[in-house]
């Protein structure tokens, strides 16, 4: 399923999934047996699919057509968003656009921050470019849902921990980024304003259809500015897999709730500073943006 959050004509927001030109209002559907928001759907998702299987809900036609809601973002509220740097192409090529060596322990294990889990941005909504910033930046990525507590987790046992899988654009404020990252703290100012994910979560059922060797998905992602394509990539580049995310972050009794959300890093070439801003000058006000990742959708932004 892809499963959306949407704010009907009354102003209601409510969630649900896609069918056809439409979306599925869950709550309404079936008759209140279904929560109206994600994050309540997420924690109990076992026994709201086991309703919706039992009762044939999959086949329920659409309660509102697409025209008349406006997609937000599809998780409002998640628990904590940890984002790695999942893909060695892209720290060869930042690394170096900033002066940097990768350092060994990148080899050694997934690298993760944790981002702003409040700034949360969906499908077609603006992005305001932070004041006196002169490098915005995109960073194409995609991210895990988490559907289950657990703590110690390893990578092999990571799938029953997974509830689905979504677009994440990493908005990054790369001249604030430069100044503030010469002290070895990791990203601060420059990577809080802006955390969008959407249009859509893919439920990993849906998703694992596109399953590689090595637990890789073989799906295309692809970043444009104003339709100009600035990054055709593939997931299946990845170094570190969303299990061994998994398992790094729940390590040491750490405890992974369900709506967590972990990036996965920029594939390569998924960012302007990776060619120093050279296929695209630095985002501006009304140029749009739009990642795309097979199997899941389109993200689209207007920054303003």
């Known amino acids: 399923m892809k499963l959306v959050t949407f704010q009907t004509g009354k102003g209601d927001v409510k969630a649900g999934w896609l069918k056809g030109e439409g979306v599925v209002n869950m709550q309404l559907v079936s008759d209140g047996a279904l929560p109206d928001n994600m994050l309540a759907f997420i924690d109990d998702h076992e026994k709201y699919f086991s309703i919706i299987k039992s009762s044939g809900l999959e086949d329920a036609p659409p309660t509102d057509r697409l025209e008349h809601v406006k997609l937000l973002t599809p998780l409002p509220n998640p628990r904590s968003f940890r984002d790695y740097i999942g893909f060695e192409q892209?720290?060869?090529?930042?690394s170096a656009k900033f002066g940097h060596k990768i350092g060994q322990a990148w080899y050694e294990m997934p690298i993760f921050y944790f981002t702003n889990h409040q700034a949360i941005y969906g499908p077609d909504d603006e992005i305001k470019r932070p004041a006196q910033e002169t490098k915005l930046d995109l960073e194409l990525e995609m991210a895990v849902i988490v559907g289950k507590q657990?703590?110690?987790?390893?990578?092999?046992d990571a799938e029953a921990y997974i509830f689905g899988y979504t677009v994440f654009n990493d908005w990054t404020a790369r001249a604030i980024?430069?100044?503030?990252m010469e002290m070895p703290l990791g990203p601060h100012k420059g990577k809080d304003f802006a955390n969008a994910i959407g249009p859509c979560i893919v439920t990993k059922d849906e998703m694992n259809r596109y399953?590689?060797?090595g637990g890789k998905f073989d799906v295309r992602m692809t970043a444009r500015i104003n339709d100009?394509?600035?990054?055709?990539?593939?997931?299946?580049t990845v170094h570190y897999t969303f299990g061994q995310m998994?398992?790094?972050?729940?390590?040491?009794?750490?405890?992974?709730?369900?709506?967590?959300?972990?990036?996965?890093?920029?594939?390569?070439?998924?960012?302007?500073i990776e060619n120093n801003f050279e296929v695209h000058r630095p985002l501006e006000p009304g140029d749009l943006v739009e990642l795309e990742i097979e199997g899941i959708g389109v993200l689209r932004h207007r920054v303003v």
């Open 90 to 94: 892209h720290m060869l090529n930042a």
């Open 246 to 272: 998994i398992e790094r972050a729940s390590e040491n009794n750490v405890k992974l709730y369900p709506g967590d959300i972990l990036g996965s890093g920029t594939v390569g070439w998924g960012s302007l």
């Open 211 to 213: 399953l590689g060797e």
């Open 177 to 180: 980024q430069r100044k503030e």
């Open 150 to 156: 657990g703590s110690d987790i390893k990578a092999a």
């Open 228 to 236: 100009q394509v600035i990054c055709d990539g593939n997931y299946n």
